[in-house]
């Protein structure tokens, strides 16, 4: 399948506000939902290590050991990699949008041919700007998976990002998988635009596998890359339809795109419910994050 090439010069998650507050009558209908409190307690987890890789320095992302910080300063692509003894998990953390230079990365809408060392693939397509971000830091953390897998084996890799960081992560997922076939790979992400079309989907699910993407009441920024611009999202979308945070008021959605879900209102760019995930504010700064 050939990439549709689309530019629209004008998006940016940076500048996209509104001023909307977290709750809304399109949310007033009841909505069945409800998860276990294990898969609660992950997404939450994940999510603090999405708000961790924001600070400013991070020496012991959530109590554990920060193996490396990284990032280029050409993309100004940010990440860290963690080590968590306890569970058993080499954890790879990438930043969302954070500076300026950020808004050439997310505004590069241009569907471009998956390609990344250790991919195989000739069909997928992804976001130019994701893509180019992403690879600009894959020797980095290809490196790393490698070095703490030789000194860790058995260890679970599992890749976490809110927003732009969130689509790193999904990238950052199937490069590792493709390049390490023999590790168990999981993915969480957190208010990730849609990162690539439907060939990218379902080839991450296919590869990947252990693949969960998160979204939070009228969060826009899931749906602010449109799908009629040729990009789908992946499966297995967990939605925090109502407040207060808890297992009863997250539903596990069907496929890729339920119309159930949070694919259900049209994208409101980015406004309040973005920066809340599960109720940690991910996108302040918070220092008990990294003692």
């Not at 399109?26 to 999510?47: C, D, K, N, Q, T």
Request: negative net charge; proline residues 6%; glycine residues 8%.
């Amino acid at each position: 399948m050939r990439c549709f090439v689309f530019v629209l010069l004008a998006w940016n998650l940076g500048a996209l506000t509104l001023a909307t507050s977290l709750q809304s009558p399109l949310l007033s209908p009841p909505i069945r939902g409800g998860i276990s409190e294990h898969v609660y307690s992950e997404l939450l987890h994940f999510a603090k290590y999405s708000s961790a890789v924001y600070q400013f320095i991070c020496p012991r992302p959530l109590g554990n050991t920060l193996v490396e910080s990284f990032a280029n300063l050409l993309t100004h692509t940010h990440g860290l990699v963690a080590r968590d003894d306890a569970r058993r998990e080499i954890v790879i953390a990438f930043r969302g949008s954070h500076e300026p230079a950020d808004v050439l990365t997310d505004g590069n809408l241009v569907l471009a041919p998956l390609a990344s060392r250790g991919v195989e693939d000739n069909t997928a397509c992804v976001h130019a700007g994701f893509l180019f971000s992403y690879n600009s830091v894959r020797s980095i953390v290809l490196h790393a998976v490698r070095e703490q897998l030789e000194a860790f084996p058995g260890y679970v890799v599992v890749l976490a990002g809110h927003s732009l960081g969130g689509a790193l992560a999904s990238l950052a997922a199937l490069s590792v998988k493709s390049n390490f076939p023999w590790v168990a790979v999981r993915l969480f992400t957190f208010g990730q635009p849609r990162t690539g079309d439907a060939a990218f989907a379902d080839l991450l699910e296919s590869i990947v596998g252990h693949s969960i993407i998160t979204t939070h009441l009228l969060d826009g920024v899931p749906t602010v890359i449109p799908e009629y611009l040729g990009y789908r999202h992946h499966a297995n979308e967990y939605w925090q339809f109502q407040e207060p945070p808890n297992m009863s008021t997250v539903r596990r959605c069907k496929g890729q795109e339920d119309p159930e879900c949070s694919h259900s209102i049209p994208s409101l760019g980015i406004n309040p419910a973005h920066g809340v995930y599960f109720g940690q504010a991910v996108m302040t700064m918070d220092a008990n994050l990294c003692l």
